[in-house]
């Protein structure tokens, strides 16, 4: 049998992923001759790396942070996908002819699964965290032609750097940056966004305040593991539609999964082989 194409997620360093799970019960299912590998490339090693996908049998990547904003001095981006220079951020790879093409594929899973649940048009949202993620949440709200996006990050340069990004790709959108959490208002916001790390330890607390969730509002936490976390639980108590980011995970690796094999990705095999290993 010939050698299987090699795809797989590069990043630094790479805790935890349930993407292997995910490619590889697709491959097998249609047959497909691949197989999905983590690379944790640390950041001296990453120019050689991508130097050499070619002679490694590599045919395409998912990629994750460290390095979304670096891989793209690395690809050629279509005419449609320029606006990724803005967002600053490639999570997948692929070979296309001789040439390695770079997409984002975050930005239509995230919107693909919070639509099945929420319709931000017209709504007022509030956004923990301005990193890499936190920037397709926010492309993806402003395209949707939410209301308002509030802002609050830690880093206050990065929040302005999101802010900014959106300004310039959406002018007139009405964005602001919270300097303090309190200032979200979040008991006047339809949607709320945790785009940041804190909730994947199960010693994280919620940056959340109880009295700031109520019944009218849709929680959306981009982490995935674990299922519940700290913020989704209170939210739940508190009556509000809450939901983790499995749904993005599951859509984002569908849309990839297609770009790497040009074929229909198997999407309820890819949920089934998600929710076995999430519990
Ligand atoms: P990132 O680039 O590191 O951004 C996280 C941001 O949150 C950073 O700016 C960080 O600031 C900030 N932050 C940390 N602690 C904070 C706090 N206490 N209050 C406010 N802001 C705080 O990470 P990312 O790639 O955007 O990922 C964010 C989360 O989304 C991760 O949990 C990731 O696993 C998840 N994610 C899920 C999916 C999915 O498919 N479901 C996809 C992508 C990402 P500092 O840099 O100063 O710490």
Not at 21 to 30: E, G, I, W
Not at 39 to 49: A, G, R, S, T
Not at 92 to 111: H, Q
Request: charged share 25%; net charge positive.
């Amino acid at each position: 049998m010939a050698h299987p194409r090699i795809y797989g997620l590069i990043g630094y360093p790479i805790k935890h992923s349930l993407s292997p799970q995910m490619h590889n019960t697709a491959f097998k299912s249609l047959k497909i001759n691949a197989e999905y590998r983590l690379f944790e490339v640390k950041p001296q090693e990453l120019e050689d790396f991508l130097n050499n996908l070619d002679k490694n049998g590599i045919y395409g990547l998912n990629v994750t942070i460290p390095y979304k904003e670096k891989v793209l001095d690395f690809v050629i981006l279509e005419p449609e996908s320029f606006y990724l220079k803005q967002i600053k951020a490639v999570n997948t790879i692929v070979k296309e002819d001789k040439a390695w093409k770079g997409l984002n594929t975050d930005i239509p899973g995230f919107s693909k699964h919070l639509k099945e649940n929420f319709n931000p048009e017209g709504k007022r949202a509030a956004i923990l965290g301005a990193g890499g993620a936190s920037r397709a949440v926010c492309y993806v709200l402003a395209e949707s032609k939410a209301k308002e996006i509030v802002i609050f990050d830690i880093d206050k340069d990065k929040t302005k750097a999101v802010v900014e990004m959106i300004e310039d790709l959406f002018p007139g959108f009405n964005i602001l940056a919270a300097p303090n959490i309190e200032d979200l208002d979040i008991i006047n916001k339809e949607l709320l966004v945790n785009a940041t790390p804190i909730g994947l330890k199960e010693s994280d607390p919620c940056l959340v305040k109880e009295e700031m969730l109520h019944k009218n509002l849709f929680v959306y936490d981009l982490i995935y593991n674990p299922a519940e976390t700290k913020l989704l639980r209170l939210a739940r108590k508190k009556g509000a539609k809450v939901s983790n980011g499995l749904g993005m995970l599951l859509y984002q690796g569908a849309l990839s999964f297609k770009h790497f094999t040009e074929k229909e990705p198997p999407i309820e095999i890819m949920r089934q082989a998600l929710k076995t290993r999430s519990g």
